[in-house]
């Protein structure tokens, strides 16, 4: 799979000379879309059986992080588009096959989140609704969303438990309405546009129960489900940028930069010390994420059931690793002076990008108190 790191490493002079560009198109420029096509890896995460890579998790981390490093709004796109794709692993493995096979340009875009409308119908599903932040959406094939599912009364359907089910599907880009409303300080070029899908049937085999469903195809990795397998997208990229400023400053300080009446500040006692500590602080979340992720997903393979104590533990690592990196970002953003300040400026796009990047739903701090709840033994 090292391959693979490699074939990402190749799209840097593509992807950082196109960063301005999908920067002001508030979207993936052309060339990016291309190279990510002919690269084959917009498939690094959909299983073998569909035509994919099915990438580890340690590769998967890799190649995304890699991605990331390059440009933060690119490398959350790749992301992404990289993680819904994946979720065809869900798919009626016919229909996914049809979908990806032999065609490395077709990415998934959207959320899955249950904003929607559905009613059953014969061989599938009436859905429509609208729904936010599509990244990727533009150079998306098929676009995703999430519904409850109604009767004719207008009752919910439940599970077994009494819960109600929330329905996955993906339809046709070209039967969804872009809004084109993203206009924000960072991530600018990841064209998270809010979508509406109009009403229209979806076959049963392209639909999954969100939170019930089981994968059709693939390894035990599929088996995290949507909100655990975002995780490993939401690490990956945040470690890119951080590592990304660390990079930058490094080159800022060894370049001269001095404070004014003052002598060069790679000679300063306080300016060392800081950036050996926040390189530190990096190498030692990089390393909780691939073994909190890589552990469970050893588990999953072994044929164990994913639990909430694993989302949980999941979820709160990468919370806590997005956390440290905004630090890492923020600390080398701020030493960077003017450098940093004036555009255009890798350094400002990376704070941008990731102050904008940890903000998201998924790495909010009240994930820890789910964990800690259950290291306790306290009610969920």
Not at 69 to 78: A, V
Not at 80 to 93: K, Q, W, Y
Not at 186 to 193: A, N, Q, V
Not at 197 to 222: D, H, K, N
Request: glycine share 12%; with cysteine; hydrophobic share 40%.
């Amino acid at each position: 799979m090292n391959d693979l790191l490699s074939i990402a490493r190749s799209l840097r002079p593509v992807v950082e000379r196109e960063a301005d560009a999908s920067d002001r198109g508030l979207t993936m420029s052309a060339p990016v879309d291309e190279a990510l096509a002919a690269s084959g890896l917009n498939h690094l995460q959909v299983p073998k059986e569909l035509g994919g890579f099915e990438a580890d998790v340690d590769t998967t981390l890799d190649v995304l992080e890699e991605v990331a490093h390059q440009d933060g709004s690119i490398g959350w796109t790749f992301m992404a588009n990289a993680n819904a794709t994946a979720m065809c692993s869900m798919f009626d493995p016919d229909v996914a096959r049809a979908m990806l096979e032999g065609r490395p340009e077709v990415v998934c875009a959207g959320q899955f989140v249950s904003r929607g409308k559905a009613q059953r119908a014969d061989g599938g599903f009436t859905v429509q609704g609208r729904f936010q932040f599509g990244s990727g959406s533009s150079r998306a094939t098929w676009i995703g969303g999430g519904a409850l599912v109604r009767d004719a009364r207008g009752e919910v359907e439940r599970n077994e438990s009494g819960i109600p089910r929330v329905l996955a599907f993906v339809v046709p880009r070209d039967t969804v309405e872009l809004t084109g409303n993203w206009d924000v300080m960072g991530l600018r070029g990841t064209g998270s546009f809010d979508y509406t899908i109009s009403e229209q049937f979806v076959e049963a085999g392209r639909t999954f129960w969100l939170f019930e469903g089981e994968p059709r195809s693939g390894g035990g990795v599929y088996r995290l489900g949507v909100v655990g397998f975002a995780g490993i997208g939401h690490a990956a990229w945040a470690l890119g940028v951080a590592r990304r400023a660390l990079d930058e400053i490094q080159r800022i300080l060894s370049s001269g930069r001095a404070r004014i009446g003052g002598g060069e500040m790679r000679d300063e006692q306080v300016v060392q010390r800081a950036l050996s500590q926040n390189v530190l602080a990096l190498r030692s979340v990089r390393l909780l994420v691939h073994d909190t992720i890589g552990r469970i997903v050893e588990a999953l393979d072994a044929g164990d059931p994913m639990t909430k104590a694993m989302q949980d533990e999941l979820v709160s690592a990468v919370a806590y690793e997005t956390s440290t990196c905004l630090d890492v970002v923020r600390w080398a953003y701020m030493t960077s002076g003017s450098a940093g300040l004036r555009n255009p400026s890798v350094l400002q796009r990376c704070f941008r990008d990731m102050s904008v990047g940890a903000a998201h739903l998924y790495v909010d701090p009240r994930c820890h108190d789910e964990m800690g709840k259950g290291l306790l033994g306290a009610a969920p």
